[in-house]
């Protein structure tokens, strides 16, 4: 590890220029993939690189990649970056950090006038919210087969329709270059961590060891209605006491698998919903997430039996429909030591963390070694206009970037 330093009062100043653009009143951002907005960050963004002596590109899903060249111009790249799109109240370092690391990177290396034995490229990803063309992280399912290119142009705005491809094409990031397809040496991104993990242990630094799997459910409790005078408690089927019992349950699956689980029923719908009807039709949604696989399938099954339960208390007919699964992501365990090492090499406190939200990064995993670098954000708040994090913290992390994608990209030849 050679121990080099980035610019921490340049990141800094580049974090807030970038984010003078679709700056909200609040103090927060809102700018939406593939807006007027979201051009203008680009468009600046793209300057930037320029500037820094990379080659851009962009692919026809939008993805922006700005390459600086290495010694053996052969060698697949090594990989960094982050998105810059935001959520409608969203922050000034969700995204834009990993974007404006990996350019400082790059301007940290044309300081020092050194020459990297693999090519580097930043990249500024396409909706990796998923707040205005769902699902969220597009470009980079595009880029890594998940999704096809035409399905994700033809993504609809959720209020407007438009597409996402046409509105590419207006904003001029339509480009011509294929999506994905090509090798890539390695995936690095520096990201907050949108949790309070590691503001809460003191450490400006977390090596993200994977993303956790996900199981959505969708379930229907079936009762039957009734006048809620009339009916004596015993010959009730009130499928809302029956759901009140499930929904406990979702809460002490997730508080029996601690530290790692979570478990949420965050959608209901009560019909007829009427203050005098006993309920006759709960409908609700459960989202488990957790990093191993084998409790992931425990909680299930715990899930399953405490929906039986709950309805046989009550005569209710439940259906318990598996509506989505992700499975859990572990990154590469020899780049994700290379980032350890580096926050060791340059002197951070530093823990394993793993990552409770959706990156790009996920998606990057399954075609090219990946893993991610963690700095703690203020109270844990992201996908909110007060979303902040610390220079020193911000800077600690870009170090541990520099250094973990230079003994990478020198070790490729
Ligand atoms: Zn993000």
Redesign the pocket.
Known sequence: MRNLQVNGERLWASLMELARIGATTKGGLCRLAASDLDGEARRLFIRWCEEAGCAVRVDKIGNIFARRPGRNPNLPPVMTG??LDTQPTGGKF??AYGVMAGLEVVRTLNDLGYETEAPIEIVAWTN?EGSRFSPAMIGSGVFAGVFDLADGLARPDNVTGTTLGAELERIGFAGVEPVGGRPVAAYFEA?IEQGPILEAAGLPIGIVTGAQGQRWYEITVTGQEAHAGPTPMPRRRDALVGAARMIDAVNKIGHAHAPFACATVGFVEVSPNSRNTIPGRVFLTVDFRHPEDAVLTMMDRELRKACAAAAATQSLEVEVKEFWYFPPTPFEPRLVGKVRDAAAALGYPHQDIVSGAG?DAVYMARVAPTAMIFVPCVGGISHNEIEDAKPDDLTAGCNVLLNAVLETADAAG
């Open positions: 982050s998105h969700d995204g990796e990201h990156h």
